[in-house]
């Protein structure tokens, strides 16, 4: 099985900064894409981030110039440094991992428990 475990969320000031990290492990052959997604109360789940191998990253209109999203191969790892922080981006902040546990071509999806990020005005 594979597992995703948050960390690095928290309550900060309107402008402040946060990173979350997220770890992935279990039988892993190979990780395609890491993303973060984020929901706030009342509101669908909606993509913040992705990144998908080398520099292709994607990132919400929302977010653009304020959030980078970074992979750490080696580790299985995806975080999300996120500046100049809102009201409105507060949300639980999940992550998600497209990945394959074998050599087929078969991709699985998983995510992780999700992490309070809560921006105070």
């Known amino acids: 099985q594979v597992q995703l475990v948050e960390s690095g969320g928290g309550l900060v000031q309107a402008g402040g900064s946060l990173r979350l990290s997220c770890v992935a492990s279990?039988?892993?052959?190979?990780?395609?894409?890491l993303a973060w997604h984020r929901q706030a109360p009342g509101k669908q789940r909606e993509v913040v981030a992705r990144a998908l191998g080398g520099e292709n990253v994607r990132y919400a209109d929302s977010v653009k110039g304020r959030f980078t999203i970074s992979r750490d191969i080696a580790k299985n790892t995806v975080y999300l440094q996120m500046n100049s922080l809102k009201p409105e981006d507060t949300a639980v902040y999940y992550c998600?991992?497209?990945?394959?546990?074998?050599?087929?071509?078969?991709?699985?999806?998983?995510w992780g428990q999700g992490t309070q990020v809560t921006v105070s005005s």
């Open positions: 998600c991992a497209i990945l394959g546990t074998d050599s087929t071509r078969r991709r699985y999806q998983y």
């Open positions: 279990g039988s892993i052959f190979s990780i395609d894409e």
